[in-house]
């Protein structure tokens, strides 16, 4: 399951001891929308070795600005609370899965 980031609620989410990812996207783009739909498969076989959350740009600019993303889609994987590595672009399944668990 993914769930929606929203300002207010980023400090506790870093807070959290389970790895982490962040996904940049935007309603307006198409290849968000793709790499949104390839992230809801993988999360049912994550089975909560890594909690994803989405980060609606256009919604919470702040956010993207923070972690300097200048490209969309972009995942920014978390361990202890830290940028750990991150992916631009539309990715496969097998890709996803691979990044979200290394």
């Not at 996207?25 to 993988?42: F, K, N």
């Not at 995942?75 to 609370?81: D, E, P, Q, T, V």
């Not at 990715?91 to 668990?101: A, C, D, I």
Request: charge should be negative; avoid cysteine; proline fraction near 6%.
């Amino acid at each position: 399951m993914i769930k929606e980031i929203f300002s207010g609620k980023l400090p506790a989410v870093l807070m959290n001891p389970t790895p982490f990812a962040l996904e940049f996207g935007s309603d307006q783009l198409a290849d968000s929308q793709r790499l949104h739909s390839v992230l809801e498969r993988v999360s049912n076989s994550l089975h909560n070795q890594v909690e994803l959350y989405y980060v609606n740009v256009d919604k919470v600019p702040e956010v993207q600005t923070m972690y300097e993303v200048k490209d969309l889609p972009t995942m920014i994987l978390f361990k202890n609370g830290e940028p750990q590595d991150k992916i631009t672009g539309y990715h496969s399944e097998k890709e996803v899965y691979k990044f979200l668990t290394q």
